[in-house]
């Protein structure tokens, strides 16, 4: 019926043939198999070609819905069987990208994968890689500023025990109250922001937090508020009192960040950075953790 699809939809036994990538006498000697079964003619061999006969016009509607009750038939096995994968998957990434980044993504992952089971941590960077290095079964998404002076120790320490693979790059810009006397500027630098208060979405230790670090390298930052809980984060940012991170692309494209009363100040200086899936170097992989690791790859 394969066969018979091609060459109907072609014209040809020897062009099908090559898009079957098999010979033209296999082509013929299936087709001739497919007439002695049903015991009739399909085609009429002519100068420009083949035509379909009658019981050839009735066999092609017939392969046409054979196939795709096959096709069908795969799909359903398929879902059926990723319906039954079953495991759990232990998800370390960075402060706030569960809220913003991955909580589309994992509501989508829950769906497909109702029987696997997610375990997600937030962690400060340090941390993080800490963690990475120490579970050879978890799964990480980190993120690191190309400026290598900008990594906390704990970073620095055990980046090179684990393997890395690049989703995207963005870079980070402060955000702001609309009411802020910045809000009307262009651009800030790292070293002038230092002279504003600021605030940190910290779920651990400062001395683990990336931002932290890059400031530092010009000097000592007004860290006048942390939180572990974003919203309360995002409303402090948004009366006005201090001056918050994200990254360009997460206030652009997610609700989380009200837009009416926020904007964004690009951030002068070597600010990129790059968001990887990471793990150990020898990462105990299970179909679960796999499943996972494939669908985080797809969406980016």
């Known amino acids: 019926?394969?066969?018979?699809?091609?060459?109907?939809?072609?014209?040809?036994?020897?062009?099908?043939?090559?898009?079957?990538?098999?010979?033209?006498?296999?082509?013929?000697?299936?087709?001739?198999?497919?007439?002695?079964?049903?015991?009739?003619?399909?085609f009429i061999r002519t100068h420009q070609g083949i035509a379909l006969t009658e019981t050839g016009h009735l066999a092609v509607e017939a392969a046409k819905d054979v196939l795709l009750r096959i096709e069908q038939l795969k799909s359903d096995c398929?879902?059926?069987?990723?319906?039954?994968?079953?495991?759990?998957?232990?998800?370390?990434?960075?402060?706030?990208?569960?809220?913003?980044?991955?909580?589309?993504?994992?509501?989508?992952?829950?769906?497909?994968?109702?029987?696997?089971?997610?375990?997600?941590?937030?962690?400060?960077?340090?941390?993080?890689?800490?963690?990475?290095?120490?579970?050879?079964?978890?799964?990480?998404?980190?993120?690191?500023?190309?400026?290598q002076s900008a990594l906390p120790p704990k970073v620095a320490q055990y980046k090179d025990q684990l393997l890395t693979k690049l989703l995207f790059t963005d870079r980070i810009v402060a955000f702001l109250s609309k009411k802020h006397p910045l809000a009307r500027q262009k651009s800030i630098s790292l070293s002038s922001i230092l002279k504003h208060p600021l605030a940190l979405y910290l779920v651990g230790e400062l001395q683990d937090n990336m931002i932290y670090h890059l400031l530092k390298i010009y000097g000592q930052p007004q860290i006048v508020f942390t939180s572990q809980n974003i919203a309360v984060y995002i409303r402090h940012i948004a009366q006005g009192q201090c001056i918050g991170f994200s990254s360009n692309a997460v206030f652009e494209q997610h609700q989380f960040y009200d837009k009416s009363e926020l904007t964004t100040l690009p951030v002068r200086g070597n600010t990129e950075f790059a968001t990887s899936l990471t793990v150990h170097k020898d990462f105990q992989s299970t179909p679960a953790s796999e499943k996972f690791i494939a669908f985080i790859q797809e969406q980016f």
């Open 1 to 42: 019926f394969k066969y018979l699809r091609e060459v109907t939809r072609i014209g040809s036994i020897n062009q099908a043939s090559e898009r079957l990538h098999t010979s033209q006498q296999n082509v013929s000697r299936v087709l001739r198999q497919l007439e002695k079964e049903l015991d009739t003619t399909l």
């Open 78 to 147: 398929q879902q059926s069987q990723e319906k039954e994968l079953a495991g759990e998957v232990c998800l370390l990434c960075p402060p706030a990208t569960i809220f913003t980044l991955l909580q589309d993504i994992i509501s989508r992952f829950n769906a497909l994968y109702p029987q696997i089971t997610l375990s997600v941590h937030e962690l400060e960077a340090g941390r993080l890689f800490a963690s990475l290095a120490q579970d050879a079964t978890a799964v990480g998404i980190t993120t690191l500023f190309f400026d």
